[in-house]
């Protein structure tokens, strides 16, 4: 298989391509720092069976004239285009947000408007070739409008709806949509936030998606038991949801 | 690709936007307690996990501007207090786990610190290799096993890591980046490894791999009747073996003193294996899933019952048994079924409780080793504290600085902290100390919690010291890198240059003592194999002052922040 990764360089992006490579699929990677992105090649260059060069592509995702560039780089180089996987997100605590809008704007910007302009740029070139597999990390925090996560968790719902739009409107062509749904995970972006019970390791979350990826799923929640929570969470009545502090 | 100026780290897509609010590292790192694997030590601080070497640079930079010290951790697999830094600055070192190139012709891998052993070994049997030397468990990062000179059963015939190591990059908190190997540097590459983190950040490790035929060992497992017998065995299988380790029966006294079991380890050629399609398989290289029946990730709540004298004594007594019904037996075993014992069962430090364990290994000249560990197997029963585990081994001395290897034997113990006896046990262990010391013996910081700083310098002798102490102020001149143990080990040295000077003097603990444990931490832990205690009812120690007001911030965070 031949794989774009957005993001894969840190947290489960880079133990989702880590077993790619392992398994020997093509990958290639886009993100920033080129500095990153090189150690990273290297390292799924190390761990490709047969050593399979992994070429790298500046992508930012506060900057959308990097997206189509990158794309077509990763496509050259690879020699066609199977799945597209995004990782990438902004992550803030609600606190972080509140005290400064300046950066709510980044957050909700990247995570929402650059990330569907980046995915209908991967959805057309995947389409172009009669279909292929996007896989978008959305999170359980879109899927209730909920205290602690109210914006960053808005920005994740807006995702999750593109989405399931994407399936419906293009499931027919060929395009085959994931929406990961992670709950909490150990990863450099909540180091330091106190794990709650059912936290999941980048490695574990990693297997689930390719596993579903593989399968052909629409939607993943990660580790399972958060689709057991957020199914309470989603019935709970809004003065439930005035009181509670989650 | 097009893009002309790389951005700021802040704009990383991929990063969680921390610290934006710019106030320096005490308002923007989370307050973390972190323990050390025996469970017996912790320390609060505040916590970073740099992501990339420019991170490692910028969090230098950042505890500089506020007056904190740092410290390294990676997978915190260190006994005691090599890991741990009270009221500085961690930095987990596991986010940079990448391996950068492996060459499956010459066996040279090149690593980055954080990748652990289990990382090396997954890629590297594949293509028929194994590392060199591995310890008893396979989670720890490589720049840990660097860092305190790791050794396994095999210490008397290959060495250390140390001696594996190809080359490194060691990054200073001057921002220089030292190659360094036998020719280049090479006083620094042989204080930095075993060099406790105290020196700079190992940034790329190039070590060679072992050749192996096969994926399996032929394992033989000998009875012994007591010490003698122990040694004895010992010596007569050391010239044959490719590894050889030694379990000591620390409980049983009188004339089976020292009885235990050798397992002595051999590579099985290629003309022997049984199955030879499948022998590097990664899925070869399994631990078993149960353990007597019993799922392995819940087996350390059926051995917690049992750690006291007498549930220790009644195992010990049926693994005796069975040893002996099953004397001179041998059988083929995967080199992960081999080598990392310590990972058949998961979170088997809770076993301990709350107070946890300490691990300490004492290392003694071969002509004196039988003496002096009779009298600490002896003196450890007449006070009521014998080792739950004993191991011994044995070693051959090497070229590195603080090394704890020389020509003779080890064994390693584990003590259960005592609850509310602590002091017993360390006072018992000082005794030990004082004998190891006598008889010209050595220790191992990785596996050490009580150590004074003048029992180091005794052993290690002043002029090794001073040359260790002048190489850190020249690649560390204003002393940013210390630890618990550095302060420990460092401190009352005259002239020494590692006691932290932003610290006030009354805050450097001098004696090691074990704070107590927070009542809901062993259920915290439970839950979360992560060796991280998130909140402790107290944070102890003379920055409480400057850490409670932080702790509250994070604990306010923590509560806010679940997704």
Same mark, same amino acid.
């Given at each position: ?120 740029? *991967? &959805?057309?070139?995947?389409? #172009?070739?009669?279909? !292929? +597999?996007? $896989? ?69 979350? *990693? &297997?689930?998606?390719?596993? #579903?990826?593989?399968? !052909? +799923?629409? $939607? ?27 | ?563």
């Amino acid at each position: 298989m031949k794989v774009v990764l957005l993001g894969g360089t840190s947290g489960m992006g880079r133990s989702i391509a880590r077993i790619l490579a392992e398994r020997g699929d093509s990958t290639f990677l886009l993100g920033i720092p080129q500095t990153d992105l090189d150690a990273s090649a290297a390292d799924l260059t190390a761990r490709s069976p047969k050593h399979e060069a992994t070429g790298t592509a500046l992508c930012d995702l506060e900057k959308p004239d990097t997206f189509a560039p990158a794309l077509d780089a990763a496509e050259a180089a690879l020699g066609g285009l199977d799945a597209v996987i995004v990782t990438a997100a902004l992550f803030a605590t609600q606190d972080q947000l509140e005290a400064d809008i300046e950066l709510t704007r980044r957050l909700v910007t990247v995570n929402y408007a650059n990330t569907v302009v980046f995915c209908e740029h *991967a &959805r057309k070139r995947l389409l #172009a070739k009669g279909g !292929g +597999k996007l $896989v978008v990390f959305s999170s359980v925090a879109g899927e209730r409008g909920r205290k602690p996560v109210a914006i960053y968790g808005s920005s994740k719902a807006g995702i999750t709806r593109y989405l399931e739009a994407m399936d419906h409107k293009f499931h027919a062509e060929g395009l085959r949509v994931l929406t990961v749904k992670p709950g909490f995970v150990k990863t450099g972006m909540t180091a330091g936030v106190k794990p709650p019970p059912f936290a999941g390791e980048p490695d574990q979350v *990693a &297997r689930e998606v390719v596993a #579903a990826m593989d399968a !052909g +799923k629409t $939607v993943l929640y990660t580790p399972g038991m958060w689709a057991l929570v957020m199914l309470v969470i989603r019935w709970l009545p809004r003065f439930v949801m005035r009181k509670i502090g989650f | 690709m097009s893009d002309p100026s790389p951005p700021p780290p802040s704009t990383s897509a991929t990063k969680a936007v921390a610290g934006t609010s710019n106030t320096g590292l005490r308002a923007s790192a989370p307050l973390r307690v972190l323990d050390g694997f025996g469970g017996s030590m912790r320390a609060a601080s505040l916590y970073l996990k740099p992501r990339s070497l420019e991170e490692v640079e910028a969090a230098f930079e950042a505890a500089r501007d506020d007056g904190l010290t740092v410290a390294f951790r990676g997978s915190g697999r260190s006994y005691g207090d090599a890991a741990i830094h009270e009221g500085g600055v961690v930095l987990d070192m596991t986010g940079l786990d990448r391996m950068l190139s492996w060459d499956p012709v010459s066996g040279i891998a090149e690593c980055q610190p954080g990748l652990t052993i289990e990382g090396l070994w997954r890629r590297t049997i594949t293509d028929g290799y194994w590392p060199a030397v591995v310890p008893g468990t396979m989670r720890p990062t490589l720049g840990g096993c660097l860092a305190t000179n790791v050794h396994g059963k095999n210490n008397f015939k290959v060495g250390p890591i140390g001696d594996h190591v190809l080359d490194f990059d060691l990054l200073t908190t001057q921002g220089k980046t030292l190659r360094c190997s036998r020719e280049e540097n090479a006083d620094v590459f042989h204080a930095a490894i075993g060099g406790l983190g105290l020196l700079g950040a190992f940034t790329r490790i190039r070590l060679k791999l072992r050749k192996v035929e096969t994926g399996w060992l032929r394992v033989k497992a000998l009875a012994t009747a007591n010490l003698a017998d122990t040694f004895a065995q010992f010596e007569a299988n050391l010239g044959k073996a490719d590894y050889l380790v030694g379990w000591v029966d620390a409980t049983a006294g009188g004339r089976a003193l020292g009885r235990g079991q050798l397992h002595v380890a051999n590579y099985v050629r290629a003309d022997e294996d049984p199955d030879p399609e499948t022998s590097f398989h990664v899925e070869r290289q399994t631990l078993p899933n149960h353990v007597l029946g019993v799922p392995k990730s819940v087996l350390w709540r059926f051995m917690k019952p049992f750690m006291t004298n007498a549930g220790v004594r009644l195992v010990n007594g049926a693994k005796m048994l069975s040893s002996r019904l099953s004397n001179g037996t041998t059988y083929l075993q995967s080199h992960v079924a081999f080598a990392f014992l310590l990972d058949y069962v998961p979170n088997w430090r809770l076993a301990y409780g709350a107070s946890g364990f300490l691990q300490y290994q004492v290392f003694l000249p071969k002509e004196s080793a039988q003496a002096t560990l009779r009298e600490i197997l002896e003196l450890s029963q007449k006070r009521g504290m014998p080792s739950y585990l004993a191991v011994l081994k044995r070693h051959r001395p090497d070229a590195f600085l603080l090394t704890h290897a020389l020509d003779g034997w080890s064994l390693a113990m584990d003590f259960k902290v005592p609850p509310g006896r602590a002091a017993a046990l360390e006072e018992m262990t000082r005794e030990m100390t004082e004998l190891v010391l006598a008889a010209g013996g050595r220790f191992y910081f990785a596996k050490d919690g009580v150590l004074r700083a003048e029992d180091a310098l005794r052993y290690l002798g002043a002029d090794t010291v001073k040359t260790f102490l002048e190489l850190k102020s020249r690649l560390d001149p204003d002393a940013l890198l210390s630890s618990n143990l550095g302060r420990r080990i460092f401190a009352t040295e005259p002239g020494s240059r590692l006691l932290p000077t932003r610290r006030p003097p009354s805050a450097v603990p001098t004696l090691v003592s074990f704070p107590p444990r927070a009542p809901a931490a062993g259920e915290v832990d439970d839950a979360t194999p992560e060796p991280v205690i998130p909140a402790p009812a107290k944070v102890p120690g003379e920055v409480s002052a400057v850490a409670s007001t932080l702790f509250a911030r994070s604990a306010d965070d923590a509560a806010k922040n679940r997704d």
